[in-house]
């Protein structure tokens, strides 16, 4: 398998031919406008970016790690009308889609075109990478592979210039795992940069950063952290 290659969005390829995107969480504008705040439709604007990366990398196949929609239990008002929209517009331009469920996608199947291929929260082997969403804990045939690919935390930083204004950056944290020398752990920003992020150079609870981040399993602040543009900010530890 080619290597994995990241591109300048918060996406992937896997073997020049799969596209990987994780964290869509369509429907989630449903949330903020039951809270008074009017956000537009962002449907149409993440799948014309998904068309436009399956075209520019001549992708075959599409990979969603989880969270395809918003609401953790079952679909919300607007899922039902935009899960469906998504789907009927990307299964046309590849031959597979698959999705590894997340913790968000309760209830997801009835919404989905039956040519999409579904994949346990744990996680799918593929090629030498194990694809999992980073909700649940890993299978044992995910301790063969070289490369474990994530997503659930929606990856950021926060920086501070001289005058004390911030700017938070989407972010890709990579390093490697505990318990074994050659196996490395790959942690995808989400594909949706409207919702919220778990800034990673700040302190966060245990619990949001799911089993796979937990410091059993890797050295946090050893974990390169790169932009989304390949600028590479450093180690994490050196961020905080």
Not at 63 to 91: C, N, Q, T, W, Y
Not at 104 to 129: F, K, R
Not at 132 to 144: D, N, Q, R, V
């Amino acid at each position: 398998m080619e290597p994995i290659k990241v591109l300048g969005e918060p996406a992937l390829t896997l073997g020049g031919d799969t596209l990987v995107i994780a964290d869509l969480h369509l429907g989630f504008e449903g949330e903020l406008r039951s809270r008074g705040i009017n956000v537009p439709l962002k449907t149409d604007e993440l799948i014309v970016r998904t068309e436009g990366l399956v075209h520019s990398t001549s992708a075959k196949k599409l990979v969603i790690l989880g969270d395809v929609k918003h609401h953790v239990a079952g679909p919300g008002r607007l899922e039902f009308l935009v899960v469906p929209k998504f789907f009927s517009k990307i299964v046309e331009l590849v031959s597979e889609t698959h999705v590894v469920l997340g913790n968000h996608d309760g209830g997801l199947e009835p919404l989905l075109p039956n040519s999409v291929i579904l994949h346990d929260p744990a996680g799918v082997g593929w090629g030498d990478c194990w694809l999992t969403h980073g909700s649940a804990k890993l299978p044992e045939g995910a301790s063969s592979t070289k490369w474990v690919v994530m997503a659930h935390v929606h990856p950021s930083v926060r920086l501070s210039d001289a005058m004390g204004y911030r700017y938070s950056f989407q972010v890709w944290l990579s390093g490697p795992m505990r318990g074994s020398k050659d196996r490395r752990i790959l942690v995808m920003p989400s594909f949706n940069w409207y919702i919220g992020q778990l800034t990673m150079n700040e302190p966060t609870k245990a619990s949001l950063r799911g089993p796979l981040l937990s410091r059993k399993m890797v050295n946090l602040e050893s974990l390169d952290v790169q932009a989304l543009d390949g600028h590479i900010l450093g180690k994490l530890g050196e961020l905080l």
